[in-house]
């Protein structure tokens, strides 16, 4: 996964910069270091500084996917689609595509050639979970990211799920991940119920 082109190339700049302009725009906000900051452009950052650290030779392809997981994703209202587990595959199939055709018009107007723009789809997509690397290297970092910054406040927000429920839907998202998601989750600093919720999970 190494870059073929390096990360401080114009065009790639430009890409971010555009990246995060546009999730600059999300009206929803979070309060990070005592400010409110929008939401995506949050998280993309996360996931860029994740990426950073479990894959530092990832290549300019991985990087741009990493940075544009979610862009716009507050255009895609999950309220939009039916309650229940098909209305929210129909809702993530939608970001995906969504994700994948903002990504791809900006890389586009960089100069990027037909084949590197697919490769970004292809990661962004996570297709070939387990077979590709680059796909698979995306999960990890989704994952792990969900983890250090987002899953003690789903699990606050879901009081009225036990505990063998929480560790059931922590289990479908460790599922996709290999043994170096893995070993970067059970490393970061976690209180102890959530360390012990990850633990249910993996067992």
């Given at each position: 996964?190494?870059?073929?082109?390096?990360?401080?190339?114009?065009?790639?700049?430009?890409?971010?910069?555009?990246?995060?302009?546009?999730?600059?725009?999300?009206?929803?906000?979070?309060?990070?270091?005592?400010?409110?900051?929008?939401?995506?452009?949050?998280?993309?950052?996360?996931?860029?500084?994740?990426?950073?650290?479990?894959?530092?030779?990832?290549?300019?392809?991985?990087?741009?996917?990493?940075?544009?997981?979610?862009i716009c994703r507050?255009?895609?209202?999950?309220?939009?689609?039916?309650?229940?587990?098909?209305?929210?595959?129909?809702?993530?199939?939608?970001?995906?595509?969504?994700?994948?055709?903002?990504?791809?018009?900006?890389?586009?107007?960089?100069?990027?050639?037909?084949?590197?723009?697919?490769?970004?789809?292809?990661?962004?997509?996570?297709?070939?979970?387990?077979?590709?690397?680059?796909?698979?290297?995306?999960?990890?970092?989704?994952?792990?990211?969900?983890?250090?910054?987002?899953?003690?406040?789903f699990v606050a927000?879901?009081?009225?799920?036990?505990?063998?429920?929480?560790?059931?839907?922590?289990?479908?998202?460790?599922?996709?991940?290999?043994?170096?998601?893995?070993?970067?989750?059970?490393?970061?600093?976690?209180?102890?119920?959530t360390r012990r919720?990850?633990?249910?999970?993996?067992?």
């Open positions: 996964m190494k870059a073929t082109v390096t990360p401080s190339s114009p065009r790639f700049q430009a890409v971010i910069a555009e990246i995060d302009g546009a999730n600059a725009q999300d009206p929803r906000q979070d309060i990070v270091a005592g400010g409110s900051r929008p939401r995506e452009l949050v998280y993309s950052e996360r996931m860029s500084e994740c990426l950073s650290r479990l894959y530092p030779e990832a290549s300019e392809a991985l990087q741009i996917a990493a940075r544009a997981q979610h507050w255009q895609i209202p999950r309220d939009k689609y039916p309650l229940g587990r098909d209305g929210y595959n129909a809702w993530r199939a939608s970001c995906r595509d969504h994700h994948a055709a903002l990504t791809s018009a900006i890389l586009h107007r960089h100069g990027y050639a037909d084949s590197e723009v697919a490769q970004v789809v292809k990661i962004i997509r996570k297709e070939q979970l387990k077979r590709d690397p680059e796909s698979q290297a995306l999960e990890n970092v989704v994952a792990v990211v969900f983890v250090d910054h987002y899953l003690d406040d927000t879901h009081k009225d799920y036990d505990e063998e429920k929480l560790a059931d839907i922590l289990r479908k998202t460790l599922r996709k991940m290999d043994p170096v998601g893995h070993a970067a989750a059970l490393g970061l600093s976690l209180p102890e119920p919720l990850i633990g249910l999970a993996l067992k």
